[in-house]
């Protein structure tokens, strides 16, 4: 059974680049049916997606965040990560990683998120 | 950018209610509307893909239909843990964005 864990600090200071993992067990993530993805909610707000990366390292982004966001993938490690850069108390939020196939545009599974906050 | 309207952002409905919630995109996005259930302190669930397809293992209570600009969710017999809060998501390639929530509680 597919399962992603998030990792990284919980605590980033405004301005700091903020800088998260998700590690993929299961499963390998070099297949090639899937897209790989991040999502966000701020404390009692909704969800925003943030990027996809494909196996091979094509990235999508919202065009929202794209100023600010990179997202790799290291398959040596199973992993992908997530970097978004000069943040503000606005990106305070549980960040999500998901799987998402090729064939659809569902997230399934999630993982169970990390919370980040921005502050000094 | 494609928007999402969801509607309600909340509803009370007593054991046993049918429940709908609606999602209306800005533009047509054809079959690629998603459902999940998000309960507190976890992670969204999928229950419904591509519009009307009920994922393995959601109980058939959970349904989902329309195409276009216009989809609706349902819960034919609510359940006391059916209560959560419920995202739809739509993908118009390569982008993804979510509607605004419905959160459901028991009357």
């Known amino acids: 059974q597919l399962q992603l864990q998030e990792s990284g600090p919980g605590l980033v200071k405004p301005s700091e680049t903020l800088s998260l993992t998700c590690t993929v067990s299961g499963g390998s993530i070099r297949r090639s049916s899937y897209f790989w993805g991040w999502i966000r909610q701020p404390p009692g707000k909704g969800l925003e997606w943030i990027g996809s990366?494909?196996?091979?390292?094509?990235?999508y982004y919202n065009p929202s965040l794209k100023s600010r966001v990179t997202i790799s993938v290291d398959t040596s490690k199973n992993q992908f990560s997530l970097n978004l850069r000069s943040v503000t108390a606005a990106d305070t939020a549980v960040y999500y990683c998901?799987?998402?196939?090729?064939?659809?545009?569902?997230?399934?599974?999630w993982g169970q998120g990390t919370l980040v906050t921005v502050s000094s | 950018d494609i928007q999402m309207t969801q509607s309600p952002s909340s509803l009370s409905a007593s054991v046993g209610d049918r429940v709908t919630i609606t999602c209306q995109a800005s533009q047509d996005i054809s079959k690629y509307l998603n459902w999940y259930q998000q309960k507190p302190g976890k992670a969204p669930k999928l229950l419904i893909y591509d519009a009307s397809n009920l994922e393995t293992g959601v109980p058939s209570r959970f349904s989902g239909s329309g195409s276009g600009t216009d989809f609706t969710f349902t819960i034919s017999g609510l359940q006391p843990e059916d209560i959560a809060t419920y995202y739809c998501q739509q993908f118009d390639d390569p982008s993804l964005t979510f509607g605004g929530g419905t959160k459901v509680d028991i009357k």
């Open positions: 998901a799987r998402r196939p090729d064939i659809g545009a569902w997230f399934d599974p």
């Open positions: 990366i494909s196996y091979s390292g094509s990235t």
